[in-house]
């Protein structure tokens, strides 16, 4: 069956870089959309980035600049760089995989999350 699994989450200070990695199995990444979201506690779920199977992606303006999503194929791996980090990236990332491959807000499998917490 389709499973991702992230992984790279941890305590970083403000200013500081980590790059987060989602490994799918059962699931080509690409040939695929995918896609990070994140979620803080008392927050709406928002899309970080998402990138299709052409390789063009798409950041979001409170990451733009910062945050690169980028795949390995030959790993079959989704990574998000996060560089610059500030204490409002702190949430849990997920990474999510699309039906085709380009992206129409189609979010069909999920990963587990993991959790970034950026401090001051």
């Known amino acids: 069956q389709v499973q991702l699994l992230e992984s790279g989450g941890d305590s970083v200070q403000a200013g500081g870089s980590l790059r987060l990695s989602c490994q799918a199995s059962?699931?080509?990444?690409?040939?695929?959309?995918m896609a990070w979201f994140r979620q803080a506690p008392g927050k709406e779920r928002e899309k970080v980035a998402n990138?299709?199977?052409?390789?063009?992606?798409w950041h979001a303006n409170s990451v733009k600049g910062r945050f690169i999503i980028s795949r390995d194929n030959d790993k079959n791996i989704l990574y998000l760089q996060m560089n610059s980090l500030k204490i409002e990236d702190t949430a849990v990332y997920s990474c999510?995989?699309?039906?085709?491959?380009?992206?129409?807000?189609?979010?069909?499998?999920w990963g587990q999350g993991t959790q970034v917490t950026v401090s001051s």
């Open positions: 059962g699931y080509t990444v690409k040939d695929h959309c």
């Open positions: 999510t995989g699309g039906p085709w491959g380009y992206c129409k807000d189609d979010d069909n499998y």
């Open positions: 990138i299709n199977s052409a390789a063009t992606t």
